[in-house]
């Protein structure tokens, strides 16, 4: 069975994460050229480019597919660097690209890696396009959480992304990284649960679901909670298989619920991708995903 530590630190990653491995963060590359005119051409450039990597990503399931969307996407935001949406969709397909592929394959741990911290930048350059205000707060105060109120509802999507990518690229930093970002994690996600509690089929609750259930005592865990937040997410959306896997794995262990752990990933196996067709590609990956868990399923309970 796992130690603790181990456990706190998978979850803590999950997060979906002296000090660990620092990193240069896309506001210190200086202000964007989100108050420059856009022209004509250039907006149709970038539309294009959009519509073009939409269609790749619908196809996301091929990996040459969803590269050829990231690919599509990040000279969509070379031809209008404001377009915070944009980095919205790059930020969650390479995101897609390091979980959803090269997790798989050990060969490919630096370059997974390396695709987390692109994802990463992707989203703080979007913050940056949509506030200017946060950037420079950033660059003064060095502190992200500090500048969370001020962020509205449009920057959800940026915001759940980088923190999605950080918590996983921690987790291949090393633990004492783990620990260094965990507040920032937990500030952002807070505040996607306040902004916009359904993102991404539950997104915020599925988190503190999560966090909850590894985190020990001491450091905020809290099984009722951690029960509460799988199960909104599950209510409102039961067709996204990512959280059934997670509720498994971190909340069954934990309370070594081995019946509970059998059952929902059983039952992601056993059920249609397809049954939220806007993440299939998603659910074909949580599948695998829970395969891999039940075959540990000795290691993991006494």
Same mark, same amino acid.
């Given at each position: 069975?796992?130690? =603790?530590?181990?456990?706190?630190?998978?979850?803590?990653?999950?997060? !979906?994460?002296?000090?660990?491995?620092?990193?240069? @963060?896309?506001?210190?590359?200086? =202000?964007? !050229? !989100?108050?420059?005119?856009?022209? +004509?051409?250039?907006?149709?450039?970038?539309?294009?480019?959009? +519509?073009?990597?939409?269609?790749?990503?619908?196809?996301?399931?091929?990996?040459?597919?969803?590269?050829? *969307?990231? &690919?599509?996407?990040?000279?969509?935001?070379?031809?209008?660097?404001? +377009?915070?949406?944009?980095?919205?969709?790059?930020?969650?397909?390479?995101?897609?690209?390091?979980?959803?592929?090269?997790? $798989?394959?050990?060969?490919?741990?630096?370059? =997974?890696?390396?695709?987390?911290? @692109?994802?990463? @930048?992707?989203?703080?350059?979007?913050?940056? +396009?949509?506030?200017?205000?946060?950037?420079?707060?950033?660059?003064?105060?060095?502190?992200?959480?500090? #500048? %969370?109120?001020?962020?509205?509802?449009?920057?959800?999507?940026?915001?759940?992304?980088?923190?999605?990518?950080? #918590?996983?690229?921690?987790?291949? &930093?090393?633990?004492?990284?783990?620990?260094?970002?965990? /507040?920032?994690?937990?500030?952002?996600?807070?505040?996607? %649960?306040?902004?916009?509690?359904?993102?991404?089929?539950?997104?915020?609750?599925?988190?503190?679901?999560?966090?909850?259930?590894?985190?020990?005592?001491? *450091?905020? #865990?809290?099984?009722?909670?951690?029960?509460?937040? $799988?199960?909104?997410?599950?209510?409102?959306?039961?067709?996204?298989?990512?959280?059934?896997?997670?509720?498994?794995?971190?909340?069954?262990?934990?309370?070594?619920?081995? *019946?509970?752990? =059998?059952?929902? %990933?059983?039952?992601?196996?056993?059920? /249609?991708?397809?049954?939220?067709? /806007?993440?299939?590609?998603?659910?074909?990956?949580?599948?695998?995903?829970?395969?891999?868990?039940?075959?540990?399923?000795?290691? %993991?309970?006494?």
């Amino acid at each position: 069975m796992k130690t =603790t530590m181990q456990v706190l630190g998978l979850a803590l990653a999950l997060m !979906s994460t002296g000090c660990g491995g620092g990193r240069t @963060t896309a506001f210190d590359e200086g =202000t964007t !050229s !989100s108050d420059q005119p856009v022209t +004509a051409d250039a907006q149709s450039r970038h539309d294009a480019l959009v +519509a073009q990597g939409d269609a790749a990503f619908a196809n996301r399931g091929d990996e040459a597919q969803v590269r050829a *969307a990231i &690919d599509a996407y990040s000279q969509a935001v070379e031809a209008v660097p404001s +377009a915070y949406e944009t980095y919205i969709r790059l930020a969650r397909a390479q995101y897609f690209l390091a979980n959803g592929h090269m997790e $798989f394959n050990p060969e490919l741990d630096a370059e =997974t890696t390396a695709m987390y911290q @692109t994802a990463i @930048t992707s989203a703080e350059r979007g913050i940056a +396009a949509l506030s200017p205000q946060f950037a420079e707060q950033f660059r003064s105060t060095g502190q992200f959480a500090n #500048g %969370l109120p001020q962020l509205d509802n449009r920057a959800v999507g940026l915001i759940y992304w980088r923190s999605s990518a950080l #918590g996983r690229w921690a987790r291949r &930093d090393g633990f004492a990284t783990v620990l260094a970002y965990k /507040d920032e994690i937990r500030a952002s996600m807070t505040r996607c %649960l306040e902004l916009d509690r359904e993102y991404f089929f539950g997104g915020p609750d599925r988190y503190f679901g999560a966090f909850f259930a590894v985190a020990p005592s001491y *450091a905020g #865990g809290d099984l009722e909670r951690s029960r509460q937040h $799988f199960d909104y997410s599950i209510s409102r959306f039961p067709g996204y298989f990512g959280t059934h896997v997670l509720y498994a794995v971190e909340y069954a262990v934990k309370t070594q619920d081995r *019946a509970l752990f =059998t059952r929902e %990933l059983q039952w992601v196996i056993d059920n /249609d991708p397809n049954m939220l067709p /806007d993440v299939a590609p998603e659910n074909v990956v949580e599948q695998r995903k829970a395969r891999e868990a039940l075959a540990r399923a000795d290691e %993991l309970f006494e």
